[in-house]
């Protein structure tokens, strides 16, 4: 079955709860830094708005206490960034300091068709986190169908995720844009891929991949295994590895997962040189070295790996990317991870591949890179598309209308 989405759903003169994922940076003055995550919720907020509803957004941003407003976390840039984003033709009208109670219920009544109503942030309120019933239950009375277009959260079970939908009771609930696009590729490519279907994962520790390395193997040709997690899985095989990054506690769940993978017929593939420095930052000396020498740490993989991997990579006809080769955010060792985001690119333009970013820091690296627009994918949410790619079930999605 797969679930109702905002094509089934009639919006002229109703109004329609959206949850929304604008849990974006802020500059030190409180205006937006990065309004990517505005920008992509836009296309569903415009099909309520241009088939004449009333869009009530709601979102989380940051990590407030749940006690209350507080001012670094409220919405209000939002507010002005989104009034930006659609310009003149539909107004923005921002309910300050709260997410329930009589301001929302009569700032919702005043909207008009073409309106949009945002809500302050939900986190204030302690029940929006802990899934409560009675927030859940003021939030869905306020509108007239639920979209949920917020795949950044869709792995958590907070109440304007979970609780909200069933609270509506018969009323409509369907998946936005951005959701289902998500899920198209996140869940469908990945159930159905076409080989040579390979995982690249990266980031630091082997415990913070194991479930996506697990659900992932029996179903991939390869995984490439790059960043801090790589010396884990190279000390099980018995590699010098100097200063590097280290799990003491995988080092056994590496070295078996190294023998499924072999019974199996599955390579993981791992760095076979190094970018290594002593310690990190932008001026560091460096060396290449096929193993981490003694007093030093391996911060980027190698440029013999790098051109094995792009390689690969251009071959394959569907690929899965999470987590950064090394630390990126400090050149040179961002090298690995834009060799990536570079041949991803190509697989894409030269191969018709399908690739898929997680979001999060792979997400930024590629947009960093200039490489974002040519693949097929680049999720907005880096620990929903890792929970997706550990085959977990999402409660936010089961609880949509299904067909």
């Known amino acids: 079955m797969s679930v109702h989405t905002i094509d089934h759903l009639d919006v002229q003169g109703k109004r329609v709860l959206i949850r929304v994922d604008f849990n974006v940076p802020l500059r030190d003055d409180g205006t937006v830094l990065d309004d990517r995550r505005v920008r992509m919720a836009l296309p569903t907020i415009k099909r309520v708005l241009d088939g004449g509803g009333i869009a009530i957004c709601m979102s989380h941003l940051g990590r407030p206490g749940g006690t209350g407003y507080e001012a670094q976390f409220?919405?209000?840039?939002?507010?002005?960034?989104?009034?930006?984003?659609?310009?003149?033709?539909?107004?923005?009208?921002?309910?300050?300091?709260?997410?329930?109670?009589?301001?929302?219920?009569?700032?919702?009544?005043?909207?008009?068709?073409?309106?949009?109503?945002?809500?302050?942030?939900?986190?204030?309120?302690?029940?929006?986190?802990?899934?409560?019933?009675?927030?859940?239950?003021?939030?869905a009375a306020l509108a007239d169908a639920y979209v949920n277009d917020?795949?950044?959260?869709?792995?958590?079970?907070?109440?304007?995720?979970?609780?909200?939908?069933?609270?509506?009771?018969?009323?409509?609930?369907?998946?936005?844009?951005?959701?289902?696009?998500e899920l198209r590729f996140?869940?469908?490519?990945?159930?159905?891929?076409?080989?040579?279907?390979?995982?690249?994962?990266?980031?630091?520790?082997?415990?913070?991949?194991?479930?996506?390395?697990?659900?992932?193997?029996?179903?991939?040709?390869?995984?490439?295994?790059?960043?801090?997690?790589?010396?884990?899985?190279?000390?099980?095989?018995?590699?010098?590895?100097?200063?590097?990054?280290?799990?003491?506690?995988?080092?056994?769940?590496?070295?078996?997962?190294?023998?499924?993978?072999?019974?199996?017929?599955?390579?993981?593939?791992?760095?076979?040189?190094?970018?290594?420095?002593?310690?990190?930052?932008?001026?560091?000396?460096?060396?290449?070295?096929?193993?981490?020498?003694?007093?030093?740490?391996?911060?980027?993989?190698?440029?013999?790996t790098r051109t094995a991997w792009s390689n690969a990579l251009h071959a394959a006809g569907t690929v899965v990317w999470n987590g950064p080769m090394g630390v990126f955010e400090v050149p040179p060792f961002d090298a690995g991870t834009m060799a990536v985001g570079a041949a991803l690119a190509k697989a894409s333009a030269e191969n018709d591949a399908v690739t898929i970013v997680g979001g999060g820091e792979t997400a930024?690296?590629?947009?960093?890179?200039?490489?974002?627009?040519?693949?097929?994918?680049?999720?907005?949410?880096?620990?929903a598309s890792l929970r997706m790619l550990e085959g977990a079930p999402f409660q936010s999605v089961i609880c949509l209308d299904r067909s």
């Not at 921002?94 to 942030?121: K, M, T, Y």
């Not at 023998?259 to 290449?288: E, M, N, W």
Request: aromatic share 4%; hydrophobic share 45%; with cysteine.
């Open 150 to 181: 917020a795949f950044g959260t869709a792995h958590r079970e907070h109440a304007s995720m979970v609780a909200v939908p069933r609270a509506m009771g018969d009323r409509p609930c369907v998946a936005g844009d951005l959701l289902q696009q």
């Open 186 to 304: 996140l869940d469908h490519a990945i159930a159905e891929p076409r080989h040579p279907f390979v995982a690249v994962l990266g980031g630091a520790k082997v415990s913070d991949k194991l479930g996506a390395i697990e659900h992932l193997l029996p179903r991939v040709d390869a995984i490439f295994v790059g960043g801090g997690m790589a010396y884990t899985f190279l000390a099980a095989q018995g590699m010098p590895i100097g200063d590097s990054l280290l799990e003491d506690n995988m080092v056994d769940t590496a070295a078996g997962l190294l023998a499924v993978a072999a019974t199996a017929g599955k390579v993981i593939h791992l760095p076979v040189d190094h970018v290594c420095a002593q310690s990190i930052g932008p001026d560091v000396d460096t060396r290449t070295a096929d193993t981490v020498p003694e007093g030093w740490m391996g911060l980027d993989i190698g440029p013999a």
């Open 364 to 383: 930024a690296a590629v947009e960093a890179a200039g490489v974002a627009g040519a693949l097929s994918h680049v999720s907005t949410g880096g620990g």
């Open 74 to 139: 409220t919405l209000a840039p939002v507010a002005v960034c989104l009034q930006t984003l659609l310009g003149e033709d539909h107004r923005v009208h921002f309910v300050s300091e709260q997410c329930r109670g009589e301001a929302v219920v009569n700032v919702v009544a005043a909207a008009q068709p073409g309106d949009v109503v945002l809500l302050d942030n939900l986190r204030f309120d302690a029940g929006e986190k802990s899934g409560c019933d009675v927030l859940a239950g003021d939030l």
